[in-house]
């Protein structure tokens, strides 16, 4: 294995224990508000803060960019971290959440690991490697159409500028698919993809720290990642679909009559 996804389980259990510790302790937590339906707590903070301990001990020169405290400078390594996926989910106590850490050497993905602490699932990718929960290889599912398929999505809760454009797209695919379910964690919905439990996945407005290892996962366990046109800049746009090669080629034809040009610039 990769030694840095070694480290990566590290620092992701790291931050899980400090998860788990205060779940359904939320009574005792500080919440503060970062902007409508955008909370953090202190376990957030921490969480990130283990990670972040676990990784520049061991990489002391390379670069961060984390969801809490943003970027920290560093060389051409890049390691993009969300301690805490789902975090509205973890205030409500409901199990689903988990810590995402991906690593970008001069701007592509090589590392992902997703880990449910709830669960004790991690979710680990490297490059030309191969995607695993708990070291067991995962493909994603070979569905060759929409029918019968089992999608993931976000909805939009924060940011409504794509609000008509997102429901004429969940009101198409919701009526070809056997589903479309809103578990609430990105980094989950693409670690639910790359092992073949959803078919595909869809979300616009996501950042970089909510997928970019989910991303990795998906396209190492043999599936598709685009943006929401169908090209390569999911990561910067945040619009985005995953899934296996035909389902995702079936998503996007049902997403494009829903495009403007807000979404794909
Ligand atoms: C959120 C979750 C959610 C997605 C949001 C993200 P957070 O992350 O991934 O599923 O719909 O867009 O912001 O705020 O809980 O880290
Ligand atoms: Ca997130
Ligand atoms: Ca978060």
Request: no cysteine; hydrophobic share 40%; proline share 3%.
């Amino acid at each position: 294995m990769n030694p840095m996804v070694t480290i990566a389980v590290r620092a992701a259990r790291e931050a899980g224990r400090v998860i788990t510790r205060n779940f359904n302790r939320v009574d005792r937590l500080t919440i503060a508000d970062k902007g409508k339906n955008d909370f953090v707590t202190e376990v957030d903070r921490n969480a990130e803060a283990a990670i972040i301990a676990v990784l520049r001990d061991k990489y002391p020169h390379h670069a961060i960019l984390a969801e809490e405290s943003g970027t920290h400078d560093g060389n051409e390594y890049q390691w993009i971290i969300d301690p805490l996926d789902g975090t509205t989910n973890f205030l409500h106590g409901l199990p689903q959440f988990a810590v995402s850490i991906a690593l970008k050497v001069k701007g592509r993905l090589e590392i992902g690991v997703v880990y449910d602490p709830i669960k004790e699932e991690m979710y680990t990718a490297s490059r030309g490697e191969g995607a695993l929960v708990n070291d067991r290889k995962i493909r994603v599912s070979n569905r060759k159409t929409l029918d019968g398929a089992l999608l993931g999505t976000g909805l939009p809760y924060r940011d409504f500028r794509f609000m008509e454009n997102y429901m004429g797209m969940l009101k198409d695919l919701i009526q070809d698919t056997a589903g479309v379910r809103r578990p609430g964690s990105a980094a989950l919905d693409f670690a639910y993809v790359a092992s073949g439990i959803t078919d595909g996945f869809w979300e616009l407005g996501l950042s970089e720290w909510d997928f970019a290892a989910g991303a990795l996962l998906v396209r190492e366990a043999g599936g598709m990642v685009t943006d929401i046109a169908g090209g390569e800049k999911f990561l910067e746009t945040g619009n985005v679909i995953a899934g296996g090669i035909k389902v995702h080629h079936a998503m996007l034809r049902r997403i494009q009559p829903h495009l403007d040009s807000k979404l794909t610039a």
